[in-house]
C-alpha cells in the first residue's frame, strides 16, 4: 500500500486566497483525521471523520475552515479566505475499523499563506 | 484538563548509548497510549501502540512501557545510532471526555551523535 497520500505537499499563497488540501487514506481504513502543526502548539486534531461521516469538528479553528470527506478514499480540507496565522503543516491521518485504533501519518502539506 | 507532556525537549546523546525517553499524562483512565517518531520535513511514523491492558510493547531496538497509575510512559531504545535521530512524539488516547481524541506531547528532539 501506498500509505496516506496528501497533496500539494507545498502550498504558498497570499493573504485572502482559498486553500485546498487533499487526502487519500489507506485503502480499507475508516477512520480519517485532520491535524494541523506548529511549533507553539504542536499537533492538533482538526477534525475526524468515521465512515465519511464527520464525527468531530470541534478542533476547526473557525468557519474559514472546512472539510469533506465525499468517499471513503478522498477528503478535502479547505481554508476561505486564507490567513497568514493559518501557515503550519497540515497533515491526514487514518486507521483501520475504528477511530481508536493505531493512526497512520501522511507526509504533510506545508502551508504558507504571505 | 486532560494533558500529555514530554520532558526533555531535546536530548543528545553519542552513539551507541541507552536511552529512555519520558511522557506524562494526568488522568490515569487511558484507552491507549501511540508512540511516533517525525524526521525533520517529513509526516509520522507509528512505532508501538500500548492498550490500556497492556504493560510494553516492543518493536527491534524500542520497549515501551505503561504505568498508568502514575500517569507515565517512557520508550527505550537500544543503542543509539545516528538514525535514531528524530523527534519523539507521545499521544494518549483517554477513555472519557473529549470522545477518545489523541491528546499530543510536544516532543523529544533526539540527537544520536556519531
Known amino acids: 500500500d501506498a500509505g496516506v497520500i496528501q497533496s500539494p505537499r507545498h502550498e504558498v499563497t497570499e493573504m485572502g486566497q482559498e486553500v485546498t488540501l487533499r487526502c487519500k487514506p489507506i485503502s480499507g481504513h475508516n477512520s480519517l483525521f485532520w491535524y494541523r502543526q506548529t511549533m507553539m502548539r504542536g499537533l492538533e486534531l482538526l477534525i475526524y471523520?468515521?465512515?465519511?461521516?464527520?464525527?468531530?469538528d470541534s478542533g476547526m479553528p473557525e468557519d474559514r475552515f472546512s472539510a469533506k470527506m465525499p468517499n471513503a478514499s478522498f477528503s478535502t480540507l479547505k481554508i476561505q479566505p486564507s490567513e497568514p496565522r493559518d501557515s503550519a503543516v497540515y497533515f491526514c491521518?487514518?486507521?483501520?475499523?475504528?477511530?481508536?485504533?493505531?493512526?497512520?501519518f501522511g507526509p504533510g502539506t506545508r502551508l504558507t499563506v504571505l | 484538563k486532560q494533558e500529555v507532556t514530554q520532558i526533555p525537549a531535546a536530548l543528545s546523546v553519542p552513539e551507541g548509548e541507552n536511552l529512555v525517553l519520558n511522557c506524562s499524562f494526568t488522568?490515569?483512565?487511558?484507552?491507549?497510549l501511540q508512540w511516533f517518531r517525525q524526521d525533520p520535513g517529513k509526516g509520522l511514523t507509528s512505532l508501538l501502540l500500548?492498550?490500556?491492558s497492556q504493560r510494553e510493547q516492543t518493536s527491534g531496538r524500542l520497549n515501551a512501557s505503561l504505568d498508568k497509575s502514575s500517569g507515565r510512559s517512557t520508550l527505550y531504545i537500544a543503542a543509539s545510532q545516528p538514525g535514531d535521530s528524530a523527534t519523539y512524539l507521545c499521544a494518549v488516547r483517554f477513555n472519557a471526555g473529549n470522545n477518545r481524541k489523541l491528546i499530543w506531547g510536544l516532543g523529544t528532539s533526539l540527537a544520536v551523535n556519531p
Open positions: 491521518a487514518s486507521s483501520q475499523l475504528t477511530s481508536d485504533g493505531e493512526q497512520f
Open positions: 500500548i492498550q490500556s
Open positions: 488522568d490515569s483512565a487511558i484507552y491507549n
Open positions: 471523520f468515521n465512515n465519511n461521516v464527520p464525527i468531530d
